[in-house]
């Protein structure tokens, strides 16, 4: 079988790395599975690409499609013409995509418009927040895939609400946490560490991207704001270049957050790993804290991992002020849940992946 794998953002390139190795290892063995790396390019920066394909030992993509930034219409359109003209000069049995990017949808329409097989890795998970672009970027794709490779039975449950039959859903576990699981003993110091005199569990993280807390000045500002008056610790924040925009344009002089460049994987998990919590608007930081048992507080209303709240050590914090700075209190004062690891999340599910694989063939 011939699988061709799309990987377009930072997100996806822990999915996707140990569903590679699973493949080369499957190969060794003799299977016949062979598969085609496509890098769509969305994310271009190398501090969002280039340093995850070496920590994470991806192989270079077979090609790049070279999308770069734009607005949401914009990237999709670039991604859905390139990856047409590609797909045609190499027709494939099946193709991959992991996560809620765009790059996911695009290549997903793409895909089956040339009637061309799709798996969804991360399949069924919902916000049901339709100001998300990821959101809109589930369910097209999920309207489309064949198959479907879940993290959670709240994500088959919600696949088979949408009329998904159960011999199409796989529930296999969550190829992030294979990634994190596997990683965990290569994680770095990075150099704030020295640099701000950190120490274990006497600071905390901070990481925000969605449009939601980061494209409305005085909404951003009002965060940080609350954020440095409340954390009494430093707080160290990775800031994604599409939120260095607006960040750089507030008029703010923060006492404890400390914007640095993002951090490359293994430099970032170390600093999760050993913080006291994390405050993050992201879906994949929401994924690691809990299975690093690191209190975590989502600035968000919703979250389409559900898991990390009713087993995990994440909070739903909203974009509630006073709710932010009770939860910082309470992280201060040593007041957090303790969580359990959700099922399946072992480091296994990249194995599970291919083994399901091998037996379409
Ligand atoms: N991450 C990283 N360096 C950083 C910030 C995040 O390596 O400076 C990793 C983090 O460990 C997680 C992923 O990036 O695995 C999350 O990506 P992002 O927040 O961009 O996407 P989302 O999960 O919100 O889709």
């Not at 990237?75 to 049995?93: C, G, K, S, W, Y």
């Given at each position: ?340 690891t959700p099922e399946l999340w072992d480091g296994k599910a990249a194995e599970r992946i291919v083994n399901i694989l091998e037996d379409m063939n």
């Amino acid at each position: 079988m011939k699988i061709t794998l799309i990987a377009g953002a930072r997100p996806n390139f822990m999915k996707i790395a140990p569903i590679i190795k699973a493949i080369r290892a499957a190969s060794k063995e003799k299977s016949n599975i062979s598969y085609r790396l496509v890098h769509t390019g969305q994310h271009y920066d190398d501090k969002l690409s280039k340093v995850f394909f070496e920590e994470l030992e991806i192989p270079e993509p077979d090609v790049n499609l070279g999308a770069g930034s734009g607005t949401q219409a914009e990237q999709t359109a670039r991604i859905m013409v390139e990856f047409e003209r590609d797909l045609i000069r190499n027709p494939t049995d099946l193709v991959v995509v992991v996560g809620d990017v765009n790059s996911t949808m695009a290549c997903t329409i793409v895909a089956k418009k040339l009637n061309t097989k799709v798996a969804h890795v991360e399949g069924g998970i919902r916000s049901w927040d339709m100001t998300m672009p990821e959101e809109i970027n589930r369910m097209a794709t999920d309207a489309l895939a064949d198959y479907f490779f879940t993290t959670s039975r709240v994500a088959n449950d919600n696949l088979k609400n949408t009329g998904v039959s159960e011999d199409r859903i796989f529930f296999v576990g969550n190829t992030m946490i294979d990634s994190l699981l596997t990683n965990l003993v290569k994680i770095k110091r990075p150099e704030v560490w020295g640099k701000h005199r950190l120490e274990d569990k006497n600071y905390l993280v901070l990481t925000l991207h969605r449009p939601s807390n980061v494209d409305d000045f005085k909404k951003f500002e009002t965060l940080i704001n609350a954020i440095d008056e409340s954390a009494g610790v430093p707080v160290i924040f990775p800031v994604h270049p599409r939120t260095k925009k607006n960040y750089d344009q507030l008029s703010i002089k923060p006492q404890f957050v400390v914007p640095t460049d993002p951090l490359s994987y293994l430099e970032f998990i170390y600093l999760v790993k050993n913080a006291r919590g994390v405050i993050t608007d992201s879906g994949g930081v929401q994924e690691e804290t809990t299975v690093l048992g690191v209190p975590c507080l989502t600035l968000r209303n919703n979250t389409e991992r559900p898991e990390t709240v009713t087993m995990g050590t994440n909070e739903m914090i909203g974009d509630d002020i006073d709710a932010l700075k009770n939860a910082l209190a309470n992280l201060k004062n040593g007041k957090w849940k303790t969580g359990e690891t959700p099922e399946l999340w072992d480091g296994k599910a990249a194995e599970r992946i291919v083994n399901i694989l091998e037996d379409m063939n």
